[in-house]
């Protein structure tokens, strides 16, 4: 099998294992999330964060995003501007309108002004012990971390349930790891 076949499949079993959990422990995962975050500070505050709106049956972080504000974070959101490129990051308060993206994403529109994050809570299928990470495989965060920190110093936290934690994520060249991993159950430092 290729590495693209291996992902692909993983990402399957991924979605399935995912799928599995109810609303109850959505919700609490939800609160744990954010509780674990300024437990284990990965981030100094005031920065510029990159949140996520979740779709499908992703870990829902829009309590921790509340909580990033109120603790002085500036808040951007992802904006994918066209296939093979990286990602825009464009400011957000909780409250304020988003408009449809592609994917099923919603973002910020045109009018909210653009900004690079210092942070990233990156969506993930999966991610291993040593931060290498599985996304939808369209490679928006790979190539927008490798731009990024090109030119800066970023934080990358890998953002999911528990069980997306599996001994082993393949990876190539184009691949960037994760510096955090921040869960429903731990939040640590990938060294
Ligand atoms: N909540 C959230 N927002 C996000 C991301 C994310 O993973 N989660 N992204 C992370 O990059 C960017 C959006 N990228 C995405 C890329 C692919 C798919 C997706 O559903 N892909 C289909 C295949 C589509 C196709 O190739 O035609 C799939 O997985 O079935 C979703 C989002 C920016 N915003
Ligand atoms: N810096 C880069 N430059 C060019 N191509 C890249 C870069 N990063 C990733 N890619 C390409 O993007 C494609 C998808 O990568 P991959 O399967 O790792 O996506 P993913 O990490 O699962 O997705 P995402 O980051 O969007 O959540 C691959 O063909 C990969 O080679």
Do not use: N
């Not at 399957?12 to 109850?24: K, N, V």
């Not at 990156?122 to 965060?141: I, K, N, Q, T």
């Not at 599996?166 to 510096?179: K, M, N």
């Amino acid at each position: 099998m290729t590495l693209i076949d291996t992902k692909r499949a993983l990402r399957a079993d991924m979605a399935a294992r995912r799928q599995s959990l109810g609303e109850s422990m959505r919700r609490a995962a939800a609160a744990s999330l954010r509780d674990l975050f300024f437990l284990e500070a990965p981030i100094r505050l005031p920065a510029v964060v990159s949140g996520f709106w979740p779709i499908r049956d992703e870990i829902d972080v829009r309590p921790l995003m509340d909580a990033l504000v109120d603790a002085g974070a500036q808040l951007v959101l992802p904006v994918v501007q066209g296939r093979g490129q990286r990602l825009l990051f464009r400011a957000w308060r909780p409250g304020e309108p988003l408009e449809a993206g592609v994917f099923g994403t919603l973002q910020p529109p045109a009018s909210s002004e653009t900004r690079e994050p210092d942070a990233l809570l990156v969506p993930m299928l999966a991610c291993d012990g040593e931060g290498w990470r599985l996304g939808y495989g369209g490679g928006f965060y790979d190539r927008t971390l490798a731009d990024l920190r090109s030119r800066r110093s970023v934080t990358a936290i890998g953002v999911g349930f528990d069980l997306q934690l599996v001994p082993e994520v393949p990876h190539g060249a184009d691949d960037q790891r994760l510096d955090w991993l921040l869960t429903d159950r731990r939040a640590c430092a990938f060294v």
